[in-house]
């Protein structure tokens, strides 16, 4: 087997994972990591062949520009009190306990070399704990909050690897400059993805087409990484503003297809990716034993106690954090999304697996200083930050469902309902104020029938998504005449199909043109959504 079968092996196994995840109750990252470590123990499987140096650009662009369409900028300015206390604030304290435990236990492991170790498992992955969270149905507040956490602890936790990488290679580090630098990279971050994010916005006005403008949002996290690292800023904060600029600024209610093609494409390209990426961990983790053949007995405890000061670390954390937010909260009229009781501050604690984020960051150490000599303990590093991963990922990942039933802490639908509901009678509203603006300003003249034909439509707009709009009577007239609707839809849909099956089937036939079919079942497509 060589490096592209395993690719296409571990692609086949992203997509497959999802569905059997949810068969039989297990988060598809759980099963990709485990998918890997089998594939690993196989013998004709190659080890993988990844420069350090393209592991960050190639998987954290798209990762995070996927995480922020689930987001917005109102979610973020709402919670930046959370964010900073929750999120920001525990990376500083997790790197700095880390790398105590570790300068002290692993011989030979300079004091950078321990912080960049403590950074790269400091933040924890908001794909494995969104996938277990959406799964058993904690509430979306909850979700919101690990998202948040996930994108921001990203941010700050590869600032601190980049400085303390740079300070074990160059051989120099001053807290003065470290601390400029951090800033620096903050700044210029922010200016290239502001910048770039203008830019892509006039260039998506002059694509026309839904898909070119689909290909080019995969273009731009991977230029905003790229073009910040190149200017000394930091590429994961440029990805992260330039995906909140683009999804704020070229927001266009309008266009249906452009929103519908691009949810499906980035849905896509986050299973896809998210997939390889969980199932790089179990494949490493042969090569990471390989290279620790002599030293791992010596290791693993080493390892192990840095797994238990990185869960314990969430934890005293997060209780007096929990509590100061609160009583924040209470204080003032914030629209913010915190946890709301003890044990939902548990199973926030439970939900910090590590991922993707520590894994990239721990692949990615040099491989030399500038001196020529190796990185010091390099091998130590790789070992403990996979099993820190593994460590939460099995322990956490598998056991969260669990916890979180025991501590009963569920979705609010109540709440969820409200909001669709609300949301309804503001679309129905708003579909009756445009249809009298056009019969008033406009001076349509239209007959009455069709006049009455249209109101009823834009009241079955709300009606549709939130039946309770309507009153007992209203209701049944709406289901009855749903009834027919979805009856008549059925047969239009089968005319639909006898079309579309008649047209492709001349896609084949002698003097055919299949640019010109494509164009004619395009069209058909589109009358069948």
Do not use: C
């Not at 008549?488 to 006898?498: F, G, K, M, P, T």
């Amino acid at each position: 087997m060589d490096q592209l079968t395993l690719l296409f092996a571990l692609l086949l196994g992203a997509v497959v994972t999802v569905p059997l995840g949810d068969r039989i109750s297990l988060p598809a990252p759980v099963l990709m990591t485990l998918f890997g470590g089998a594939l690993a123990l196989l013998p004709f499987v190659p080890n993988v062949e990844i420069a350090p140096e393209l592991i960050l650009p190639l998987v954290l662009p798209p990762l995070l520009y996927a995480a922020v369409q689930r987001t917005s900028w109102r979610q973020f300015t709402a919670n930046l009190r959370p964010i900073l206390l929750l999120a920001v604030a525990l990376v500083f304290v997790t790197t700095a306990a880390v790398a105590a435990v570790a300068h002290a236990i692993v011989p030979g492991l300079p004091l950078a070399g321990a912080v960049a170790l403590g950074a790269l498992v400091a933040p924890p992955d908001p794909i494995a704990a969104t996938a277990v969270a959406g799964r058993i149905g904690l509430p979306r507040r909850m979700v919101s909050i690990l998202e948040g956490e996930g994108l921001f602890n990203d941010v700050t936790a590869i600032t601190l690897y980049h400085v303390a990488i740079a300070a074990t290679v160059t051989g120099t580090f001053s807290v003065g400059s470290a601390g400029a630098e951090l800033l620096l990279s903050a700044a210029v971050a922010i200016v290239v993805g502001v910048v770039l994010g203008w830019a892509t916005v006039k260039v998506l006005a002059l694509l026309g087409d839904a898909t070119l403008r689909t290909g080019m949002t995969l273009l731009v996290p991977f230029a905003a990484y790229v073009i910040a690292e190149q200017t000394h800023g930091s590429g994961v904060l440029a990805v992260l503003v330039t995906a909140i600029f683009l999804s704020e600024g070229s927001a266009d209610a309008d266009d249906v297809a452009g929103r519908m093609t691009g949810q499906a494409f980035w849905s896509i390209i986050d299973t896809l990716v998210t997939g390889v990426a969980f199932g790089l961990i179990g494949l490493e983790l042969h090569t990471v034993l390989g290279t620790a053949t002599d030293r791992w007995r010596e290791m693993l405890p080493a390892a192990g106690l840095v797994l238990a000061v990185v869960i314990l670390v969430r934890l005293l954390w997060l209780l007096p954090a929990s509590w100061l937010t609160q009583r924040l909260h209470r204080r003032t009229d914030y629209a913010e999304e915190i946890p709301v009781s003890p044990r939902e501050t548990l199973v926030m604690w439970w939900s910090g697996m590590r991922g993707v984020a520590s894994v990239a960051l721990a692949l990615a150490i040099p491989l030399s200083t500038d001196t020529g000599a190796d990185f010091p303990e390099r091998d130590a590093l790789v070992f403990v930050a996979f099993v820190v991963v593994l460590g939460t990922l099995l322990l956490q990942g598998l056991t969260l469902p669990w916890l979180a039933g025991k501590l009963g802490v569920r979705a609010d639908s109540g709440v969820e309902e409200e909001l669709e509901h609300q949301l309804a009678m503001r679309a129905a509203k708003a579909a009756k104020r445009r249809l009298r603006e056009i019969e008033e300003a406009e001076g349509e003249d239209l007959p009455e029938e069709v006049s009455e034909i249209l109101l009823r439509r834009a009241y079955d707009i709300g009606v549709r998504i939130s039946p309770r709009i309507a009153d007992d009577e209203r209701r049944d007239a709406f289901h009855k005449r749903a009834g027919y609707l979805k009856h008549v839809h059925r047969l239009n849909a089968e005319l639909l199909s006898a079309a579309r099956h008649e047209v492709l089937a001349a896609r084949s036939e002698p003097g055919s043109d299949p640019e010109v079919v494509d164009r004619v079942l395009r069209q058909l497509d589109q009358r069948s959504l």
